[in-house]
Antibody, heavy 118, light 108 residues
Framework: QVQLVQSGAEVKKPGASVRVSCKAS????????IHWVRQAPGQGLEWMGWINAGNTETRYSQKFQARVTITRDTSASTAYMELSNLKSEDTAMYYC???????????WGQGTLVTVSS | QTVVTQEPSLTVSPGETVTLTCASS?????????PNWSQQKPGQAPRALIY???NKQSWTPARFSGSLLGGKAALTLSGVQPEDEAAYYC?????????FGGGTKLTV
């Protein structure tokens, strides 16, 4: 069965960077796109960007363009999201989600809590 | 930046039918926006329900349906159940990026 398993919670200081991983299993990793979405405490979902796991093409939300990098390692069937120059407002749950054929968002990771605090 | 608007909250009684909508600041929502709908309960990750306007995931209950209605994407719950109490988010494709709506908190 398809699973997206994310790395564990992180606590970072302002100005630092964080990298969150999303390990995929149960399907051919390079056949789908992986998206990253975040949710601040008590707030809605916010789309950050995507990576085509087959050809590494990426697109980012304008809001995060300057600070986010999404990569993948096909040998590990894992996608990564790195967010730099962290601020307290970046404290949020970060999710990865799979987009399969037909523009379908189907499977989601369990989420990774990133806390930014001095 | 495109803004996607949903009703902030709706309240329904069990067994009723309710329609949630999703509008884009760029104009009428069409099938080319590939509307997706997800459900999120407190403390849980979102769960996908509908993709490409009206297609259901294999696990989506039959009472959920998606459509285009009056220039908006719509999610209809026919015969609402108590377990449908959750936040519902629409997601629209805009060019080469995706944008979430603010979410609708459905109280049953």
């Amino acid at each position: 069965q398809v699973q997206l398993v994310q790395s564990g919670a992180e606590v970072k200081k302002p100005g630092a960077s964080v990298r969150v991983s999303c390990k995929a299993s149960g399907y051919t990793f390079t056949s789908c796109t992986i998206h990253w979405v975040r949710q601040a405490p008590g707030q809605g979902l916010e789309w950050m960007g995507w990576i085509n796991a087959g050809n590494t093409e990426t697109r980012y939300s304008q809001k995060f363009q300057a600070r986010v990098t999404i990569t993948r390692d096909t040998s590990a069937s894992t996608a990564y999201m790195e967010l730099s120059n962290l601020k307290s407002e970046d404290t949020a749950m970060y999710y990865c989600a799979r987009q399969s054929g037909g523009s379908a968002f189907d499977y989601w990771g369990q989420g990774t809590l990133v806390t930014v605090s001095s | 930046q495109t803004v996607v608007t949903q009703e902030p909250s709706l309240t329904v009684s069990p067994g009723e039918t309710v329609t949630l909508t999703c509008a884009s600041s760029t104009g009428a929502v069409t099938s080319g926006y590939f509307p997706n709908w997800s459900q999120q309960k407190p403390g849980q990750a979102p769960r996908a329900l509908i993709y490409s306007t009206s297609n259901k995931q294999s696990w989506t209950p039959a009472r959920f349906s998606g459509s285009l209605l009056g220039g908006k994407a719509a999610l209809t719950l026919s015969g609402v159940q108590p377990e449908d109490e959750a936040a519902y988010y629409c997601l629209l494709f805009q060019g080469d990026v995706w944008v979430f709506g603010g979410g609708t908190k459905l109280t049953v």
